[in-house]
């Protein structure tokens, strides 16, 4: 986990392996961050997050919904 911290802003990356996960209160920043990390690494943006680490993203009025119910239903079967 990395993050960058200013006075009018805070942006998240997450780091696994080859997964990444990039968020933050200042699309300026976030944005740069990732023309960047392309600049380097040459990635590709999907969009908003789905699955990371097996974890299912679910996005709702409130915010986000985090849960495992895929990997659930995968054991009970």
Do not use: N, P
């Amino acid at each position: 986990m990395f993050y960058k911290k200013t006075t009018t802003s805070s942006v998240f990356l997450g780091v696994y392996v080859d997964d990444i996960i990039l968020t933050g209160d200042d699309e300026v920043e976030v944005k740069g961050l990732k023309e960047c990390l392309d600049q380097v690494f040459k990635i590709k943006d999907l969009g908003l997050v789905h699955y990371f680490l097996g974890i299912e993203v679910l996005q709702v009025d409130e915010g986000l919904f985090f849960t495992q119910r895929k990997f659930a239903k995968e054991l009970l079967q």
